[in-house]
């Protein structure tokens, strides 16, 4: 079983052998990463085994963000005022094809809902969005309790209430 430890992004870290199945996400990790973070349009975290710092496992983004009331389910926005609602957004998140169906991504997904969870003390967020890359993408956010947004079935929500502390 491998561990992990869970940081902000740095250059130390290898992202020229990051390969995820996804030519977007990988070409973003390797290229365009630095220039978010100098920007303030993303918080990147990174995930390495405990033994080998430089090895890329996984990453995600974080970034604030808002959806108009009128995207939202019915059942949440009937709760909620009639002006777009601050969200905080997954942007991206990928795991190694090497560490891929052994429980990293759940570990990133989680990470980031207690990493959101803990700056809505300070930050008020309804909920946690994010877009899915592809269908089968899809069927892993749900599987986390994820709901698609009405008429974008790629575009998933997770309703603070899901994870506040
Ligand atoms: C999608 C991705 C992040 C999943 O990471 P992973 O480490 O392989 O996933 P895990 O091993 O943590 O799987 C966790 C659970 O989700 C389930 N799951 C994984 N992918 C799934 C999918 N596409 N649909 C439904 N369930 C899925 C697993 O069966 C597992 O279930 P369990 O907890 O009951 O055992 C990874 O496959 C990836 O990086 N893919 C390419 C990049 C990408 O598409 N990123 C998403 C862009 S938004």
Redesign the pocket.
């Known amino acids: 079983m491998t561990f992990y430890n869970i940081r902000l992004f740095d250059k130390t870290v290898d992202t020229a052998s990051f390969s995820?199945?996804?030519p977007q996400?990988d070409e973003y990790i390797c290229r365009y990463v630095s220039q978010d973070i100098k920007r303030n349009v993303a918080r990147v975290f990174i995930a390495t085994p405990v033994n080998d710092t430089v090895q890329l496992a996984?990453f995600y983004t974080l970034s604030a963000g808002s959806v108009s009331c009128t995207d939202l389910p019915l059942s949440l926005a009937k709760t909620l005022p009639h002006y777009p609602v601050p969200v905080a957004l997954?942007g991206?998140?990928?795991?190694n094809s090497h560490?891929?169906?052994?429980?990293?991504?759940?570990?990133?997904l989680a990470d980031a809902c207690q990493r959101v969870a803990n700056a809505s003390t300070t930050l008020a967020v309804v909920g946690i969005v994010?877009?899915?890359?592809?269908k089968?993408?899809?069927?892993?956010y749900?599987?986390?309790g994820f709901i698609s947004l009405p008429g974008q079935p790629d575009r998933l929500l997770l309703p603070a209430k899901a994870f506040r502390v």
């Open positions: 995820c199945g996804q996400l996984g997954i991206r998140l990928a795991v560490f891929q169906g052994k429980g990293l991504g759940s570990i990133l994010v877009d899915a890359k592809d089968a993408t899809v069927g892993f749900q599987h986390f």
